[in-house]
């Protein structure tokens, strides 16, 4: 069995270099919206330490990485206190929301350094690369309306029963494995990455 330790490493430090912006975007969006949760708990900070799940951001993905069955991973979730956040379950859907979007920011900004990069550090080029494509797939997975994922907060400000909510979270970890390993959703949320990667590279010729 081949181990492929390169790519394990280059995973896990691509992973917490995303993380800490989509975190982060949680909970400055939360404390712009009047809520001090995530500042009391520490979390509006660019500090990764502040941010990765030492068995979501670095042990599974290393060990996914390693064996070749992709890259699994996650963050620790930034919380938000609905009752304190401006406009209510329509505030949590913002907070939610910035996750993704600091994730295509993000996107930008490592296509630029890539592009700034690729004649005299190829390699710190083509690690912003796969960067851009990773930080893309990352905001469209995040979309998906199942909890415990960014795009649920947008059933929760669409006011759906709590009961169906909660049905929801209980099976979502089945729901997100059926949608991306057992349909085609896996392979159009990568299509559609690697689409947005080559239109993003496409803004800096």
């Not at 490493?9 to 400055?28: R, S």
């Not at 929801?168 to 690697?194: E, N």
């Amino acid at each position: 069995m081949h181990l492929d330790f390169t790519t394990a490493l280059l995973n896990v430090a691509l992973l917490w270099l995303l993380t800490t912006p989509h975190e982060f975007a949680h909970a400055w969006t939360a404390t712009r919206l009047g809520d001090d949760t995530p500042r009391l708990q520490g979390r509006l900070t660019l500090n990764p330490l502040a941010h990765v799940d030492w068995l979501g951001t670095t042990i599974l993905p290393a060990l996914t990485s390693l064996f070749g069955g992709g890259l699994i991973g996650w963050g620790k979730p930034v919380y938000s206190n609905p009752s304190k956040l401006r406009w209510g379950l329509n505030g949590l859907a913002l907070v939610a929301m910035a996750g993704p979007a600091s994730n295509v920011v993000f996107a930008v900004i490592l296509a630029a350094v890539a592009r700034a990069t690729v004649t005299f550090a190829p390699a710190l080029a083509q690690f912003a690369a796969r960067g851009v494509n990773l930080s893309l797939y990352l905001a469209i997975f995040n979309m998906l309306p199942v909890p415990p994922l960014d795009g649920s907060k947008l059933l929760l400000a669409a006011r759906i029963p709590m009961v169906v909510y909660n049905e929801l979270a209980r099976a979502g970890f089945l729901l997100l494995i059926f949608a991306v390993s057992v349909s085609d959703l896996g392979r159009w949320m990568s299509q559609w990455s690697y689409e947005g990667t080559a239109h993003i590279f496409g803004l800096f010729r």
